[in-house]
Protein backbone atom coordinates (compact mmCIF):
# COMPACT_ATOMS: atom_id res chain seq x y z
CA UNK A 1 0.00 0.00 0.00
CA UNK A 2 0.75 3.19 -1.16
CA UNK A 3 2.15 6.06 0.98
CA UNK A 4 -1.01 8.79 1.65
CA UNK A 5 -0.59 12.78 2.05
CA UNK A 6 -1.84 14.44 4.66
CA UNK A 7 -4.60 17.19 4.25
CA UNK A 8 -2.85 20.92 4.35
CA UNK A 9 -4.36 23.01 6.68
CA UNK A 10 -5.85 25.37 4.05
CA UNK A 11 -5.49 25.72 0.08
CA UNK A 12 -7.24 24.45 -3.10
CA UNK A 13 -8.62 21.56 -4.46
CA UNK A 14 -8.82 21.10 -8.13
CA UNK A 15 -11.00 19.21 -10.49
CA UNK A 16 -8.67 16.77 -12.60
CA UNK A 17 -9.18 14.98 -16.16
CA UNK A 18 -6.51 12.45 -16.41
CA UNK A 19 -3.98 14.59 -17.88
CA UNK A 20 -0.46 13.99 -16.90
CA UNK A 21 0.96 17.38 -17.36
CA UNK A 22 -1.43 18.97 -15.85
CA UNK A 23 -0.17 17.98 -12.15
CA UNK A 24 3.18 19.52 -13.36
CA UNK A 25 1.29 23.00 -13.99
CA UNK A 26 -0.31 23.05 -11.13
CA UNK A 27 2.88 22.59 -9.33
CA UNK A 28 4.34 25.10 -10.96
CA UNK A 29 1.71 27.53 -9.70
CA UNK A 30 2.14 26.48 -6.21
CA UNK A 31 6.16 27.34 -6.83
CA UNK A 32 4.82 30.88 -7.97
CA UNK A 33 5.36 33.68 -5.77
CA UNK A 34 2.34 35.74 -6.60
CA UNK A 35 0.46 32.01 -5.43
CA UNK A 36 -1.21 32.81 -1.95
CA UNK A 37 -3.33 29.65 -1.72
CA UNK A 38 -1.64 26.58 -2.74
CA UNK A 39 -2.96 23.63 -4.71
CA UNK A 40 -3.34 20.85 -2.34
CA UNK A 41 -5.35 18.52 -3.78
CA UNK A 42 -7.01 17.02 -7.17
CA UNK A 43 -10.49 15.04 -7.57
CA UNK A 44 -11.13 13.02 -10.39
CA UNK A 45 -13.22 9.79 -11.37
CA UNK A 46 -13.19 8.14 -14.29
CA UNK A 47 -15.57 8.11 -17.47
CA UNK A 48 -17.53 5.34 -16.17
CA UNK A 49 -16.95 3.72 -13.11
CA UNK A 50 -18.81 1.24 -10.47
CA UNK A 51 -20.67 4.16 -8.64
CA UNK A 52 -20.89 6.63 -11.34
CA UNK A 53 -19.79 10.20 -10.66
CA UNK A 54 -21.84 13.87 -10.63
CA UNK A 55 -20.69 14.36 -14.42
CA UNK A 56 -22.68 12.54 -17.07
CA UNK A 57 -19.99 10.21 -19.14
CA UNK A 58 -19.94 12.05 -22.34
CA UNK A 59 -18.77 14.95 -20.49
CA UNK A 60 -15.48 13.43 -19.32
CA UNK A 61 -12.02 12.44 -20.37
CA UNK A 62 -11.30 9.09 -20.20
CA UNK A 63 -8.40 7.38 -18.20
CA UNK A 64 -5.52 5.86 -20.63
CA UNK A 65 -3.10 4.46 -17.70
CA UNK A 66 -3.42 2.39 -14.60
CA UNK A 67 -4.85 5.06 -11.74
CA UNK A 68 -1.41 4.23 -9.25
CA UNK A 69 0.64 6.31 -12.12
CA UNK A 70 -1.21 9.20 -11.75
CA UNK A 71 -1.42 9.04 -8.19
CA UNK A 72 1.76 8.94 -8.55
CA UNK A 73 2.70 12.22 -10.43
CA UNK A 74 0.40 14.04 -7.89
CA UNK A 75 2.30 12.65 -4.69
CA UNK A 76 5.83 13.75 -6.86
CA UNK A 77 3.65 17.06 -7.12
CA UNK A 78 2.89 17.44 -3.09
CA UNK A 79 -0.80 17.35 -4.30
CA UNK A 80 -3.10 14.89 -2.75
CA UNK A 81 -5.38 12.59 -4.95
CA UNK A 82 -8.78 11.85 -3.98
CA UNK A 83 -11.41 10.16 -5.84
CA UNK A 84 -15.42 10.69 -6.35
CA UNK A 85 -18.07 7.96 -5.21
CA UNK A 86 -20.39 10.33 -5.32
CA UNK A 87 -23.23 9.56 -6.90
CA UNK A 88 -26.08 10.56 -5.28
CA UNK A 89 -27.86 6.84 -6.31
CA UNK A 90 -26.71 3.29 -7.43
CA UNK A 91 -30.11 2.31 -8.10
CA UNK A 92 -30.72 -0.34 -5.25
CA UNK A 93 -28.05 -2.13 -6.78
CA UNK A 94 -26.00 -1.17 -3.24
CA UNK A 95 -27.71 -3.93 -1.92
CA UNK A 96 -26.85 -6.97 -4.42
CA UNK A 97 -24.02 -9.00 -2.55
CA UNK A 98 -22.05 -9.15 -5.81
CA UNK A 99 -22.00 -5.59 -6.63
CA UNK A 100 -21.01 -4.97 -3.09
CA UNK A 101 -17.79 -7.29 -3.96
CA UNK A 102 -16.99 -5.40 -6.76
CA UNK A 103 -17.26 -2.33 -4.56
CA UNK A 104 -14.67 -3.45 -2.52
CA UNK A 105 -12.51 -4.77 -5.13
CA UNK A 106 -12.20 -1.45 -6.50
CA UNK A 107 -11.56 0.39 -3.09
CA UNK A 108 -8.82 -1.94 -2.40
CA UNK A 109 -7.35 -1.02 -5.77
CA UNK A 110 -7.69 2.59 -5.26
CA UNK A 111 -6.58 2.73 -1.72
CA UNK A 112 -3.59 0.41 -2.57
CA UNK A 113 -2.92 2.68 -5.83
CA UNK A 114 -2.32 5.48 -2.79
CA UNK A 115 -5.49 7.53 -3.07
CA UNK A 116 -5.51 9.62 -0.43
CA UNK A 117 -9.04 9.61 0.22
CA UNK A 118 -12.89 9.59 -0.68
CA UNK A 119 -15.62 11.74 -1.57
CA UNK A 120 -18.92 9.47 -0.75
CA UNK A 121 -22.52 10.41 -1.03
CA UNK A 122 -24.67 7.71 -0.05
CA UNK A 123 -24.30 6.64 3.48
CA UNK A 124 -23.90 2.55 2.58
CA UNK A 125 -20.87 3.39 0.77
CA UNK A 126 -19.16 5.89 3.86
CA UNK A 127 -19.93 3.06 6.57
CA UNK A 128 -18.20 0.11 3.76
CA UNK A 129 -14.93 2.40 3.07
CA UNK A 130 -15.26 2.97 7.10
CA UNK A 131 -15.21 -0.31 7.53
CA UNK A 132 -12.93 -1.60 5.51
CA UNK A 133 -10.07 1.12 5.52
CA UNK A 134 -10.97 3.28 8.00
CA UNK A 135 -7.67 5.40 8.41
CA UNK A 136 -8.52 6.85 5.06
CA UNK A 137 -10.62 10.27 5.21
CA UNK A 138 -13.75 10.63 3.96
CA UNK A 139 -15.49 13.50 2.33
CA UNK A 140 -18.84 14.33 1.72
CA UNK A 141 -21.02 15.05 -1.17
CA UNK A 142 -22.24 18.01 -2.49
CA UNK A 143 -25.31 15.97 -3.37
CA UNK A 144 -25.83 15.19 1.08
CA UNK A 145 -27.02 19.31 1.11
CA UNK A 146 -24.81 19.82 4.14
CA UNK A 147 -26.10 23.04 5.04
CA UNK A 148 -26.72 23.33 9.00
CA UNK A 149 -25.43 22.25 12.00
CA UNK A 150 -27.84 19.65 12.70
CA UNK A 151 -28.00 17.42 9.59
CA UNK A 152 -23.77 17.72 9.30
CA UNK A 153 -24.32 16.20 13.30
CA UNK A 154 -26.36 13.61 12.12
CA UNK A 155 -24.52 12.41 9.57
CA UNK A 156 -21.23 12.56 11.47
CA UNK A 157 -23.05 10.37 14.37
CA UNK A 158 -24.47 8.09 11.62
CA UNK A 159 -21.52 7.83 9.08
CA UNK A 160 -18.09 9.20 10.96
CA UNK A 161 -17.16 11.77 8.37
CA UNK A 162 -14.11 13.20 8.09
CA UNK A 163 -14.71 16.26 6.29
CA UNK A 164 -17.55 18.57 5.30
CA UNK A 165 -18.36 19.32 2.16
CA UNK A 166 -20.64 22.41 2.44
CA UNK A 167 -24.04 22.29 0.45
CA UNK A 168 -23.15 24.56 -2.88
CA UNK A 169 -26.07 26.66 -2.22
CA UNK A 170 -25.17 27.89 0.72
CA UNK A 171 -20.95 29.12 -0.66
CA UNK A 172 -22.25 32.95 0.17
CA UNK A 173 -23.41 32.28 3.60
CA UNK A 174 -20.52 32.93 5.52
CA UNK A 175 -22.47 33.90 8.74
CA UNK A 176 -23.05 29.68 8.33
CA UNK A 177 -19.35 28.58 7.65
CA UNK A 178 -18.55 30.56 11.39
CA UNK A 179 -21.56 28.56 12.80
CA UNK A 180 -20.38 25.35 11.36
CA UNK A 181 -16.82 25.50 12.30
CA UNK A 182 -17.40 26.32 15.65
CA UNK A 183 -19.56 23.47 16.12
CA UNK A 184 -17.25 20.91 14.52
CA UNK A 185 -13.89 22.44 14.91
CA UNK A 186 -11.84 18.89 13.95
CA UNK A 187 -13.63 18.36 10.83
CA UNK A 188 -11.98 20.40 7.57
CA UNK A 189 -14.72 22.22 5.93
CA UNK A 190 -14.47 22.79 2.05
CA UNK A 191 -16.46 25.27 0.02
CA UNK A 192 -17.36 24.96 -3.74
CA UNK A 193 -16.74 28.86 -5.39
CA UNK A 194 -17.43 28.49 -9.29
CA UNK A 195 -21.08 26.87 -10.43
CA UNK A 196 -23.29 28.28 -11.50
CA UNK A 197 -26.27 26.44 -11.03
CA UNK A 198 -29.64 28.45 -10.08
CA UNK A 199 -29.79 29.61 -6.00
CA UNK A 200 -31.98 26.66 -4.60
CA UNK A 201 -32.68 24.52 -7.48
CA UNK A 202 -35.33 22.56 -7.41
CA UNK A 203 -33.91 20.45 -9.99
CA UNK A 204 -30.60 19.44 -8.09
CA UNK A 205 -31.83 15.82 -6.62
CA UNK A 206 -33.40 14.82 -10.36
CA UNK A 207 -30.30 15.60 -12.12
CA UNK A 208 -27.60 14.45 -9.87
CA UNK A 209 -29.81 11.34 -10.32
CA UNK A 210 -29.56 11.59 -14.11
CA UNK A 211 -25.97 12.40 -14.12
CA UNK A 212 -25.46 9.54 -11.28
CA UNK A 213 -27.06 7.02 -13.96
CA UNK A 214 -24.77 8.70 -17.20
CA UNK A 215 -21.60 7.82 -15.82
CA UNK A 216 -22.12 4.17 -14.14
CA UNK A 217 -20.09 1.71 -15.78
CA UNK A 218 -23.46 -0.87 -15.92
CA UNK A 219 -26.51 1.60 -16.51
CA UNK A 220 -28.29 1.95 -19.48
CA UNK A 221 -28.62 4.94 -22.12
CA UNK A 222 -29.44 8.03 -18.83
CA UNK A 223 -31.42 10.04 -22.05
CA UNK A 224 -31.46 13.86 -22.49
CA UNK A 225 -30.46 16.07 -20.08
CA UNK A 226 -33.78 17.85 -19.20
CA UNK A 227 -32.53 19.43 -16.26
CA UNK A 228 -30.05 21.39 -18.35
CA UNK A 229 -32.17 22.36 -20.93
CA UNK A 230 -34.78 23.51 -18.37
CA UNK A 231 -32.34 25.62 -16.25
CA UNK A 232 -30.09 26.74 -19.45
CA UNK A 233 -33.20 28.45 -20.61
CA UNK A 234 -34.35 30.27 -17.31
CA UNK A 235 -30.75 31.30 -17.14
CA UNK A 236 -31.10 32.98 -20.56
CA UNK A 237 -34.34 34.55 -19.86
CA UNK A 238 -32.73 36.25 -16.76
CA UNK A 239 -29.32 37.35 -16.84
CA UNK A 240 -29.55 38.18 -13.13
CA UNK A 241 -28.99 34.48 -12.60
CA UNK A 242 -25.82 35.42 -13.56
CA UNK A 243 -24.91 37.17 -9.95
CA UNK A 244 -27.55 34.79 -8.19
CA UNK A 245 -25.66 31.81 -8.80
CA UNK A 246 -23.62 31.33 -5.55
CA UNK A 247 -19.65 31.26 -6.81
CA UNK A 248 -17.09 33.67 -5.39
CA UNK A 249 -14.42 35.70 -6.54
CA UNK A 250 -10.77 34.88 -6.70
CA UNK A 251 -10.09 38.48 -4.69
CA UNK A 252 -13.14 37.38 -1.98
CA UNK A 253 -11.98 33.81 -0.92
CA UNK A 254 -10.01 35.25 1.97
CA UNK A 255 -13.27 35.49 3.27
CA UNK A 256 -14.28 32.02 3.14
CA UNK A 257 -10.99 31.24 4.79
CA UNK A 258 -11.54 33.63 8.09
CA UNK A 259 -14.80 32.27 8.57
CA UNK A 260 -13.72 28.67 8.37
CA UNK A 261 -13.72 26.87 5.33
CA UNK A 262 -10.37 24.84 4.90
CA UNK A 263 -10.47 24.27 1.30
CA UNK A 264 -11.98 25.90 -1.76
CA UNK A 265 -13.31 23.44 -4.05
CA UNK A 266 -13.01 24.66 -8.07
CA UNK A 267 -15.72 22.62 -10.20
CA UNK A 268 -14.24 21.68 -13.67
CA UNK A 269 -13.61 18.03 -14.55
CA UNK A 270 -15.30 18.49 -18.00
CA UNK A 271 -13.37 21.00 -18.89
CA UNK A 272 -9.80 21.38 -20.71
CA UNK A 273 -6.23 21.85 -18.64
CA UNK A 274 -5.66 25.07 -20.08
CA UNK A 275 -9.00 26.05 -18.60
CA UNK A 276 -8.20 24.22 -15.54
CA UNK A 277 -4.93 26.09 -15.60
CA UNK A 278 -6.52 29.35 -15.89
CA UNK A 279 -8.78 28.46 -13.07
CA UNK A 280 -6.12 27.57 -10.79
CA UNK A 281 -4.04 30.87 -11.70
CA UNK A 282 -6.76 32.92 -10.73
CA UNK A 283 -7.57 31.08 -7.67
CA UNK A 284 -4.05 30.55 -6.20
CA UNK A 285 -3.20 34.42 -7.01
CA UNK A 286 -6.50 35.53 -5.44
CA UNK A 287 -6.76 38.07 -8.71
CA UNK A 288 -8.07 37.94 -11.71
CA UNK A 289 -8.83 40.89 -14.79
CA UNK A 290 -11.63 40.21 -17.24
CA UNK A 291 -14.55 37.71 -17.68
CA UNK A 292 -14.79 35.95 -14.39
CA UNK A 293 -17.80 34.08 -15.67
CA UNK A 294 -15.64 32.26 -18.02
CA UNK A 295 -13.94 30.91 -14.86
CA UNK A 296 -17.67 29.81 -13.92
CA UNK A 297 -18.23 26.35 -14.53
CA UNK A 298 -20.94 25.48 -17.73
CA UNK A 299 -21.44 29.31 -17.68
CA UNK A 300 -23.45 29.32 -20.78
CA UNK A 301 -23.49 24.94 -22.48
CA UNK A 302 -23.49 24.21 -25.84
CA UNK A 303 -23.33 20.32 -25.63
CA UNK A 304 -22.58 17.89 -28.44
CA UNK A 305 -25.82 15.91 -27.58
CA UNK A 306 -27.53 19.30 -28.51
CA UNK A 307 -25.89 19.87 -31.67
CA UNK A 308 -26.89 15.90 -32.64
CA UNK A 309 -30.56 15.98 -31.57
CA UNK A 310 -31.09 19.68 -33.47
CA UNK A 311 -28.75 18.65 -36.60
CA UNK A 312 -26.68 21.85 -36.63
CA UNK A 313 -23.91 24.30 -35.02
CA UNK A 314 -24.76 25.92 -32.25
CA UNK A 315 -23.04 29.03 -31.87
CA UNK A 316 -21.67 29.68 -27.81
CA UNK A 317 -24.59 31.55 -26.10
CA UNK A 318 -22.65 33.20 -22.89
CA UNK A 319 -22.84 36.09 -20.64
CA UNK A 320 -20.02 37.89 -19.54
CA UNK A 321 -19.11 39.40 -16.44
CA UNK A 322 -16.20 42.28 -15.74
CA UNK A 323 -14.47 40.89 -12.33
CA UNK A 324 -13.08 44.06 -11.56
CA UNK A 325 -16.54 45.80 -12.04
CA UNK A 326 -17.78 43.38 -8.70
CA UNK A 327 -14.83 45.42 -6.63
CA UNK A 328 -17.66 45.16 -3.14
CA UNK A 329 -20.02 43.06 -4.23
CA UNK A 330 -19.43 40.18 -1.56
CA UNK A 331 -19.53 42.66 1.51
CA UNK A 332 -23.17 42.35 2.44
CA UNK A 333 -22.87 38.24 2.05
CA UNK A 334 -20.20 38.85 4.47
CA UNK A 335 -21.72 40.67 6.83
CA UNK A 336 -25.00 38.48 7.01
CA UNK A 337 -27.33 41.82 5.84
CA UNK A 338 -28.74 40.32 2.90
CA UNK A 339 -32.12 38.13 2.91
CA UNK A 340 -30.92 35.20 0.60
CA UNK A 341 -27.70 34.30 4.00
CA UNK A 342 -30.92 35.61 6.66
CA UNK A 343 -33.34 32.38 5.78
CA UNK A 344 -35.44 34.48 3.71
CA UNK A 345 -36.13 34.46 -0.24
CA UNK A 346 -33.79 35.43 -2.74
CA UNK A 347 -34.84 38.79 -4.48
CA UNK A 348 -36.09 41.40 -2.12
CA UNK A 349 -33.05 43.48 -1.04
CA UNK A 350 -32.19 43.53 -5.32
CA UNK A 351 -28.63 43.76 -4.34
CA UNK A 352 -27.64 41.39 -7.92
CA UNK A 353 -29.95 43.28 -9.91
CA UNK A 354 -27.82 46.91 -8.65
CA UNK A 355 -24.92 45.26 -10.01
CA UNK A 356 -25.06 44.12 -13.60
CA UNK A 357 -23.59 47.02 -14.96
CA UNK A 358 -20.54 44.23 -14.31
CA UNK A 359 -22.84 41.91 -16.93
CA UNK A 360 -22.93 41.91 -20.46
CA UNK A 361 -25.41 40.06 -22.49
CA UNK A 362 -24.87 37.69 -25.88
CA UNK A 363 -26.75 39.00 -28.79
CA UNK A 364 -27.89 35.71 -30.00
CA UNK A 365 -30.50 34.79 -26.95
CA UNK A 366 -33.66 34.46 -28.77
CA UNK A 367 -32.23 32.14 -31.53
CA UNK A 368 -30.56 29.89 -28.66
CA UNK A 369 -33.91 30.15 -26.41
CA UNK A 370 -35.61 28.52 -29.85
CA UNK A 371 -33.16 25.57 -29.76
CA UNK A 372 -34.33 24.95 -26.35
CA UNK A 373 -37.78 24.89 -26.85
CA UNK A 374 -36.92 22.22 -29.68
CA UNK A 375 -34.47 20.55 -27.52
CA UNK A 376 -37.45 20.21 -24.60
CA UNK A 377 -39.79 18.92 -26.89
CA UNK A 378 -38.17 16.35 -28.73
CA UNK A 379 -36.79 14.86 -24.74
CA UNK A 380 -40.60 15.03 -23.33
CA UNK A 381 -41.80 13.86 -26.96
CA UNK A 382 -45.15 14.16 -27.93
CA UNK A 383 -48.32 13.24 -25.96
CA UNK A 384 -49.54 9.81 -26.47
CA UNK A 385 -52.96 9.38 -27.63
CA UNK A 386 -55.17 7.57 -25.59
CA UNK A 387 -56.97 4.30 -26.66
CA UNK A 388 -60.42 3.99 -27.41
CA UNK A 389 -61.15 1.79 -24.28
CA UNK A 390 -59.32 4.05 -21.86
CA UNK A 391 -61.57 7.17 -22.94
CA UNK A 392 -65.07 8.36 -20.68
Known amino acids: MRNRLRTPKKGLKLPYSWDLSLLKELAKINQNRRTLYPIVEVYAADKYSITGSGRTASTLSERKLPVEVYIDEAHRNGIRFEYLWNAISLGGREWDPQFQDSLHKEATELVNAGVDGFTVTHPLLILKLKSWFPKVPITTSVNNHLDSNENINQLIQYTGIDRIMLDNRRTRNFGLIRKIHARFPSHPIIVLVNEACLPDCVLQPCHQEHMANASRRDSANAGPDLCRILCTAAKLKNPTYTLKAPWVRPEDIHHLFEAGASLIKLAGRTETSDWVVSLAEAYAFGKYDGDIWGLVEKPGSVRPEWETVLDKKLD ?7 NRDLD ?13 VRGRDCGACKWCEKWMHAVSCPDNVKERLVDLEALLANAVGSPQPRSKASRP
Open 328 to 340: GFIEPFVEGSVPC
Open 316 to 322: ACRFSVN
